[in-house]
């Protein structure tokens, strides 16, 4: 199944994000987390490509099993910079073989000590994302920054690059994490000036970990706001103390979001489930609302 047409009877869709273990690590914890977030009944579970595709191997059989062994539509990372169109087309035969359909298109992170050649044969996403929908068979999603890549906060910029995205073949975008919902907000407000109407699904991290939120914000161009900032500081040395007031915080964020009308949520899992299951449940009775509404527009 294509995720883009999840909207045409969905008001609101719920989705998580996993990555794939590392190599000697075996792959049976994520199948019972895999257990664990069926019972949530998500829409969709992306399964991350790690830098260069340096798991690509892993994030293939992690995503057929989501899909095949598990019964829940999946969509699967895919990075470009890296990589010829040659092992691009093998990579993409694979995922037909598994039966996937649906590819989150990205540029990808450049390995450390990786040289990239003189002439590569991808340098942006948008690359991938016209050959993609060359090709045919998959649904394209592409990856948002509410608040500007790697911090530029040039979003005239991002949303430019976004509608040359959606012009060659993206039908979703997925965004990168934000804590600031303002900021999601401003950023679809522009979406819809450029005329930009495909579907945009909310991405939201808990902040459970000070240092990779730190890290990670640096890297998606996410602001912290300061409300949050003082949640990180004051219990940077009790993880239990974090992982409750995080998952709070996240909670109230996806609360505000699903209230105000997104489109989906997508959830940076982390590999943990428990977190999920807490701030699904704080939200059950607005997201049955918003489902009641869906069910009976029809």
Known sequence: MFIKDLFLHKKLTISFELF????SVSLDGIYNTIAELKELNPDFISVTYGAGGSSKDRSIELASAVKNKFGIETVAHLTCITSTKREVKNTLDKLQENNIDNILALRGDIPKDFV????LEYNSSKDLICELAQRKGFCI????????YMGSMDIDREIKSLRDKVDCGAEVLITQLFFNNN??????EKLYKYNIN????????????????NRISWISGASIPDRLKKLLDKYQYSPESLLEAGTVYASEQVSDL????VEGIHLYTMNKSEIVKKILKSVEEIRKSVNYKSVSSF
């Open 20 to 23: 794939p273990p590392k190599q």
């Open 116 to 119: 990239l050649p003189e002439n």
């Open 141 to 148: 999603s592409a990856a948002a920054y509410p608040e500007g």
């Open 183 to 188: 900021s999601f907000y401003d950023f679809k």
């Open 198 to 213: 495909t579907p945009v699904i909310a991405g939201v991290m808990p902040a459970v970990d000070r240092d990779l939120i």
């Open 258 to 261: 699903v209230a105000s009308g």
